[in-house]
C-alpha cells in the first residue's frame, strides 16, 4: 500500500523536508501540495504523513483544513505528523498539538519539528518585515536533516509493527 505525504510550504522549506523524506521512505510514496481547493482520494493510501510551517503563530490554513475536513479517514491511516520554523524556544510537543487536531496528534505513530530557514530572497517585504525579528537570532536557522531520517525510519519500524498491534502512544522525534 501507498504513503503519501501531504504538505503545505510557504517558502519551499517544508517541501525540501517533505522531498528528502520521500527520497528516504523508498517506493511506493507521492507528495503532494495541499490546496484547498482540490479534493483527495486517501483510499489508496495506507500511510498519510502531514507537514507545514508556522507562519506568525500558526501552520498554514490550508494543512488545518485538509486535516479536519479529512479527519475521520486520516484516523483509519498509519498517521506522521510534522512542523517546519525557526523559533528557538518552542516546546515541540506544544508546537504539534497546536498545529494539528487533538485527536489526530493522540492517533500519530510519530511527530517531528525539523527546524526551519528562513529564506529572504523567496519572501515579499510584508514577509521580510514580519520576519525582522527572527532575522536576530544568535544562529542562521536551519533543516534539521538527522530528524527527517530519524522521522522516516521510525515511521517505517511503527508502520510494520502497528500492523501487528495497535501502537500505545506518540513518538516525538
Ligand atoms: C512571514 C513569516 C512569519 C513567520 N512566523 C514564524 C513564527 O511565528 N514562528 C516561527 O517559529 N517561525 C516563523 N517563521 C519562520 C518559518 O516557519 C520558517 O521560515 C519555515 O522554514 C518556513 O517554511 P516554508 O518555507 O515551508 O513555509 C515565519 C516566517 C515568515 C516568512
Known sequence: MKTLIAYSSTLGCTEQCASRMKGELGEDVEMIRISRRKKYDLDKYETIIIGGSIHDGLIQ???????????????????????????????????IRNAF???????????????????FRKMNLLQKIMTRKAARLQREPEIDFEKILLFAGQMQNLNSRSNRYHPQGLLNI
Open 101 to 119: 487536531p487533538g485527536k489526530l496528534v493522540e492517533h500519530a505513530l510519530a511527530s517531528g519539528y525539523f527546524g526551519g530557514e528562513l529564506n
Open 61 to 95: 490554513h490550508s494543512v488545518r483544513h485538509f486535516c479536519d475536513i479529512y479527519l475521520d479517514e486520516l484516523l483509519k491511516k498509519h498517521i506522521g505528523l510534522f512542523v517546519c520554523c525557526i523559533d528557538p524556544d518552542m516546546d515541540e510537543k506544544e508546537l
